[in-house]
Structures are given as structure tokens and as C-alpha cells.
Nanobody
Framework: QVQLVESGGGLVQPGGSLRLSCAASGSGFSINTMGWYRQAPGKQRELVAS???????NYRDSVKGRFTCSRDNAKNTVYLQMNSLKPEDTAVYYC????????????????WGQGTQVTVSS
């Protein structure tokens, strides 16, 4: 089984920066896509950014130019550098990982982290 452990959330003033990390632990698997989603109170969970194992990234329009998603494949870790934060970025941020199990398990998987709160407020 794959476990995702997130860190790096907190309270920051508008215009500030935060860096989120998410490490996948376990064995016998390979991860294809890792990403970050967020969910604000009363709203649906939405994709913020994702990155494939060969480095292709995808961002929602509202964070382009401010957020950077990166990945360390050797450590099975994904990062989200968030700059120029705005109050509307306030949400619980969730890490997501999708991939496949190796032999003898096989099969695909999709896991979520526990979520980390990001609050942007003065």
C-alpha cells in the first residue's frame, strides 16, 4: 500500500509564500502522476497542479505564474512552491498519487494524502 504524508501548510499573509511537500512511502510500486488539489469550505475539490514522472506539468489558470509543482522521483516526493499567495488560495490542500503496483501485486492505484490547511490572511 502507498501512504502519502504531507507537510508545509500554515498561515501566511497575502503576497507571502509557502512550500508544500508530499512524500509517498511503501514499496513495490511506481508512481506516474502526482498532484495537488485543494478544497475550500463549501466548494468542490479542484486540481491545482500535477506533474508526471517525466516532468510534464499542468496548472489551473488561477495559479499559473505563481505556483510551481516539482518532483523528486528518487524520493517519491512532490512539492508545491506557492508564491504571491492570495486570500482566495485559502483551502485544504491534498496530495494525490496515481500509479501501478509491481509484481506480484500488479494493478493501478490512486491515493490521497490527509490534507494540509493553507490560510492566506492578514
Amino acid at each position: 500500500q502507498v501512504q502519502l504524508v504531507e507537510s508545509g501548510g500554515g498561515l501566511v499573509q497575502p503576497g507571502g509564500s509557502l512550500r508544500l511537500s508530499c512524500a509517498a512511502s511503501g514499496s513495490g510500486f511506481s508512481i506516474n502522476t502526482m498532484g495537488w488539489y485543494r478544497q475550500a469550505p463549501g466548494k468542490q475539490r479542484e486540481l491545482v497542479a500535477s506533474i508526471t514522472n517525466d516532468g510534464n506539468t499542468n496548472y489551473r489558470d488561477s495559479v499559473k505564474g505563481r505556483f510551481t509543482c516539482s518532483r523528486d522521483n528518487a524520493k517519491n516526493t512532490v512539492y508545491l512552491q506557492m508564491n504571491s499567495l492570495k486570500p482566495e488560495d485559502t483551502a485544504v490542500y491534498y496530495c494525490n498519487a496515481g500509479g501501478r503496483y509491481s509484481a506480484p501485486t500488479y494493478g493501478s492505484f490512486n491515493y490521497w494524502g490527509q490534507g494540509t490547511q493553507v490560510t492566506v490572511s492578514s
